[in-house]
C-alpha cells in the first residue's frame, strides 16, 4: 500500500504539500471507505497527534487540500478545519466545504470520540459551564482587534464552547469575542 499510497500523494504530504519527513496516517473509523490512509509530513503529524502545539498558520495549507479528491484528505482536512474553528479564515473555509454524507458522518465520529475525552469547561471557582449558561466577567479585560475593555461585572449572556476548555465565546458590547474562563464566574 505504501508505495501506491506514495504514487497517488506523489511523494508530497497530502495536507501542506511538503516533500520530507513522509508518513503514512490512518485515519481512525473508516466506515464504508477502505483507504483510510494518507501520507503526511512530520510537521503535520505531529501537530495532528499533539493539538497543544499546533501552529494555525501552517494550517492555512488545508485552503488547497480540502479539494482534494480522496476521501481520507477531505475527511482529515474538514477535521483540521474543525479544530481551528475558532479562527475566521478556518470557519469561512469550513462554510465552503461540502461533502457527501458518508463522508460528513466519518468526520463527525472523530467529534464523538472526542467528547468523550475532552475535559470540562469551568469558571474561575471551577463550576462546570454548558452552552446557553450567563456568566460574569471577574477583571477588567482589554478586548484584542478592538478598542473597548470588557468590565469586571459584565454579564456576558448565552455563551457558548469551544474546542478549547479554558475557552468560552460570548457577546459583549455587540462583539462576539473569546474569553479565557480563568476570568469568569457562573452566574
Known amino acids: 500500500m505504501t ?13 501542506c504539500g511538503a516533500g520530507t519527513e513522509l508518513v503514512v496516517f490512518e ?5 464504508a471507505h477502505h483507504d483510510n490512509e494518507l501520507m503526511v509530513c512530520h510537521t503535520c503529524h505531529e501537530q495532528i497527534m499533539a493539538p497543544d502545539k499546533m501552529d494555525v498558520n ?32 478556518a470557519q469561512d473555509l469550513t462554510d465552503m466545504l461540502y461533502l457527501e454524507d458518508d463522508l460528513q ?9 472526542t467528547q468523550e475525552q475532552v475535559a470540562s469547561t469551568v469558571d474561575s471557582n471551577g463550576a462546570i459551564l454548558e452552552a446557553g449558561d450567563n456568566v460574569v466577567i471577574i477583571k477588567d ?11 469586571r461585572g459584565t454579564t456576558v449572556r448565552n455563551i457558548s464552547l469551544t474546542n478549547n476548555p479554558e475557552h468560552i465565546e460570548g457577546r459583549v458590547n455587540g462583539t462576539r469575542i473569546v474569553i479565557l474562563t480563568c476570568f469568569v464566574k457562573k452566574s
Open 58 to 89: 501552517h494550517w492555512r495549507c488545508l485552503n488547497d487540500s480540502m479539494w482534494s479528491t480522496v476521501p481520507a484528505v477531505q475527511v482529515m482536512a474538514a477535521r483540521m478545519l474543525k479544530r481551528l474553528e475558532f479562527e475566521s479564515w
Open 141 to 151: 479585560l482589554n478586548v484584542k482587534g478592538t478598542s473597548f475593555v470588557a468590565k
Open 105 to 113: 458522518a466519518w468526520v463527525d465520529a472523530e467529534t464523538v470520540n
Open 27 to 31: 485515519l481512525p473509523y473508516s466506515g
Open 3 to 15: 508505495t501506491e499510497l506514495r504514487q497517488r500523494c506523489e511523494n508530497k504530504c497530502e495536507l
